[in-house]
């Protein structure tokens, strides 16, 4: 495992029930920093992704949004990465798949959860420590 994954999964991964209903699934996107949802089933098994986009999508269906549940709100292919991804490859999955989040998982197991801000903020960060290596080699 990677420092940088070694972090994300120390931050931990919202989950929300596969069965949990439109109320549940608004007030644990809220409480969600990244805006997104791994649905689970009853053994926590990973079955979908949810995040806000899925769930204005369904506003726009006429129907009675608050009978909905997780599973009815989500995406239910799940693009993940396994816990020794770097964060290059975590850019090109994301760019690739046209995606802003990826699940973490070992196996089945679900470690921890990547935003692409998460992938940014670290590429950016290893560039400029590779660039201040540079200055410091050349100026040496």
Known sequence: MTPFIKT???QGCPTIGVD???LDVVKALTEADSGTLIVVDNVEKIVGIL?????????S???SIEECTAQ???TATVISADQDV???GLMKLMVQNNIRHVPIIAGDKLLG????????KRLLDKQLTETELMKDFINS
């Open 86 to 88: 770097t964060s290059s």
């Open 8 to 10: 994300i999964v120390q």
């Open 113 to 120: 959860l990547v935003s692409i801000t998460d992938v940014i």
């Open 72 to 74: 009815d709100l989500m």
């Open 61 to 63: 269906i006429p129907r």
């Open 51 to 59: 995040s806000e986009r899925d769930v204005v999508r369904h506003l």
């Open 20 to 22: 949990c209903k439109f």
